[in-house]
């Protein structure tokens, strides 16, 4: 007797259900600058200085104050009256004179501009005829043009990167507060399973194939900042697959499998989760991807994703990952999408939501990889980018569609 097919339901909806359940974990941990790369700030970061933190030279040249110039006329050479390097005190500028100045040093007290070395001329008595008279202001970086002491600088909930890592080092921060990494246990499931290098291509039996999921979904899971244990291959028997289980759902905080999560004999998480907690199969109305599971397993969250490995790489990159971002308190979970016209005819589309692999050209429209079955991995290695195509409609080439980076995607 065949199980009934659950129904199906929309992205949206599933991925509202499944955030909905995705409940940020509590640890937060001081981590050094350095090290936040793609971790996400716990606590928002003010500002206790400004940045630039005194008016200063963004040239190498003389500090002069322009009123001394006069109108019009070139000026007469005049003495340097003090030199001031990047990382010393200025005095205050004397009347008629030139301030030597470098770059990033302060701007001394009475100069309103900096007159570039390029536009000076030195004469042989030492003294400094200004060529070009600077405009009131030239070539000064003005204090607290970058940051202004009180501002919230980084928010709680972003994601860090080089830039934001620059930033807190920019006001003073050593160290920062993060969420904790979600642990992850990982396993595949099914018997045709083969480890690359534990078998040669030619001698890999009929109905063999090797194991591809579990290599992009450690890496994806890393990259979001997750600590990943990593169980392996397990086979399609029902006491092995609860016995993983079990031992997955200690000390993690989220079990993520691929395969299995079909309703054929040979899918053993349904009766296995449900045998040590609870699961609901989903099918969603996406192509590729489908069958998607969400379930509990003692304190540990649990996602089975559907075995093709492109429908794992899709699904993960439209749910789990913003699941695991979540469950770390981030604020952005989804990337943006931009309109771009493709240059390609997609006349027989599906009734689910499809996400097509496609790459950008020089031209600034899309091209479509040829195959987009939903097992041929190859489409995802070409691709820079997915079409999010609503459900059942023809693409024409001309047609502005709906493009979101696999680059946002997947950092
Ligand atoms: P399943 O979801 O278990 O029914 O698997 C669907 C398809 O994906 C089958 O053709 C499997 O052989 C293939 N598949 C499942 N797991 C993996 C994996 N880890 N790597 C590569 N292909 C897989
Ligand atoms: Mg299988």
Redesign the pocket.
């Known amino acids: 007797m065949n199980a009934p097919r659950p129904p199906l339901r929309s992205l949206d909806d599933a991925l509202a259900d499944l955030l909905a359940r995705a409940t940020p974990l509590a640890g937060v941990e001081s981590v050094s600058t350095f090290d936040v790369d793609g971790r996400v700030l716990a606590q928002d970061q003010v500002s206790a200085l400004q940045v630039p933190p005194q008016d200063n030279s963004s040239m190498d040249g003389y500090a002069l104050r322009c009123a001394d110039l006069g109108e019009g006329a070139t000026p007469a050479a005049w003495p340097v009256s003090q030199r001031i390097p990047a990382g010393s005190a200025a005095q205050p500028l004397q009347a008629r004179t030139l301030a030597r100045i470098f770059t990033g040093a302060p701007v001394p007290e009475g100069a309103d501009a900096i007159v570039m070395q390029e536009d000076t001329e030195t004469l042989a008595d030492g003294t400094v005829r200004v060529l070009r008279a600077p405009q009131p202001g030239q070539w000064i970086r003005r204090s607290g043009e970058d940051v202004t002491r009180g501002d919230a600088v980084l928010r709680a909930g972003q994601r860090l990167s080089p830039a934001e890592m620059g930033l807190a080092a920019s006001i003073g921060l050593a160290q920062l507060p993060v969420a904790a990494r979600p642990r992850v246990a990982l396993f595949?499931?099914?018997d045709?399973?083969v480890m690359p290098g534990t078998v040669p291509p030619q001698a890999m039996k009929p109905g063999a194939?090797?194991?591809?999921?579990?290599f992009f979904l450690r890496a994806l899971l890393a990259r979001l900042g997750c600590e990943v244990t990593d169980l392996g291959?397990v086979p399609d028997q029902r006491e092995a697959t609860v016995q993983a289980l079990r031992e997955a759902s200690a000390g993690h905080d989220l079990i993520l499998t691929?395969?299995?999560?079909?309703v054929?004999e040979?899918?053993h998480i349904k009766p296995a989760v449900q045998a040590l907690g609870k699961l609901d199969l989903w099918q969603i109305a996406i192509k590729p991807g489908k069958?998607f599971a969400y379930g509990r397993v003692g304190d540990a969250h649990f996602i089975g994703l559907?075995?093709?490995?492109v429908?794992?790489f899709v699904t993960f990159a439209l749910l789990v990952r913003p699941f695991v971002l979540r469950l770390q308190g981030a604020t952005a979970l989804t990337p943006p999408a931009t309109r771009l016209p493709a240059h390609f005819d997609w006349p027989r589309p599906d009734k689910r939501r499809e996400f097509l692999r496609v790459r950008r050209n020089a031209q600034g429209g899309l091209d479509l990889f040829a195959n987009q079955s939903s097992?041929v991995l190859t489409s995802v290695a070409w691709s820079d980018g997915l079409v999010d195509n609503p459900p059942g409609c023809a693409i024409a080439r001309g047609d502005a569609v709906s493009f979101i980076s696999l680059s946002d995607l997947l950092a």
């Open positions: 595949s499931t099914g045709e399973l194939i090797y194991n591809s999921n579990r291959i691929s395969g299995g999560v079909s054929g040979e899918d069958p559907p075995g093709n490995p429908s794992s097992g």
